[in-house]
């Protein structure tokens, strides 16, 4: 069965904190993404990655940055954290060949920034 | 510019009224169009990916169509448990695997 896990539901912290949000899949994808999501705005993408140490900028990188060491773990980094990135981040993973590239998500983190 | 249009935006049916939910997308070289179920405070599942025109898919009470210009995804005798935003997404050019995906639809079913 397809997996993929995200480290924390739930998240609170304070403005100016580096935040590290982590995910890992277990089906040896080649592409992983990070994804907000907002009322209104719908699936924004922040990151992907098609590879190991390979990574490209998505419609809205500012504030963020990734790292992919291993290519089953994908990290979302939040340099210093504000208020508008409050927000739900959602990760997915999918293949690169063999004709299908539906993505498959993670539950989700609802990060909180006060 | 791709684009993917969903509509409607929100949609309340009663249990058993069947009714369909629509994808409009402009992409230059389709390579797949997917849909997810997305309940609150959780992630989208995949359900469907539909590759060409004339191409159908089904999942219990859902039925996936796919023609050149829009998807649809039909809802027969839904029930409660139906209730969820259903998500449409195209896939993008090249071989990032990234795609594009539309606003969404908010579906009710009220028993």
């Known amino acids: 069965d397809v997996k993929v896990t995200q480290s924390s539901r739930y998240l609170v912290k304070r403005t100016g904190e580096k935040v590290f949000l982590e995910c890992v899949q277990d089906?040896?994808?080649?592409?992983m993404f990070w994804y907000r999501q907002d009322p209104g705005l719908g699936l924004r993408l922040i990151y992907f990655s098609y590879d190991v140490k390979m990574k490209e900028k998505g419609d809205i990188p500012e504030g963020y940055s990734v790292s992919r060491e291993k290519k089953e773990r994908f990290s979302l980094i939040l340099e210093s954290a504000s208020t508008n990135q409050t927000s739900m981040y959602l990760c997915?993973?999918?293949?690169?060949?063999?004709?299908?590239?539906?993505?498959?998500f993670g539950p989700g983190t609802r990060l909180t920034v006060t | 510019e791709d684009q993917v249009t969903q509509s409607p935006e929100a949609l309340r049916l009663q249990e058993g009224e069947s009714s369909s939910l629509n994808c409009s997308y402009t992409v230059s070289g389709l390579r797949g169009l997917f849909w997810y179920r997305q309940d609150p405070g959780k992630g989208p599942e995949f359900l469907f990916t539909?590759?060409?025109a004339g191409e159908e898919k089904e999942k219990e009470r859902l039925k996936a169509t796919l023609t050149k210009k829009e998807s649809f995804l039909h809802i027969t005798a839904p029930k409660p448990e139906d209730s969820a935003t259903y998500l449409c997404?195209?896939?993008?050019?090249?071989?990032?695997?990234?795609?594009?995906f539309g606003q969404g639809t908010t579906l009710q079913v009220k028993p």
């Open positions: 539909l590759y060409s």
């Open positions: 089906m040896d994808h080649e592409n």
């Open positions: 997915a993973s999918s293949v690169t060949s063999g004709g299908t590239y539906e993505q498959y």
């Open positions: 997404a195209v896939q993008e050019g090249g071989n990032t695997g990234k795609l594009i």
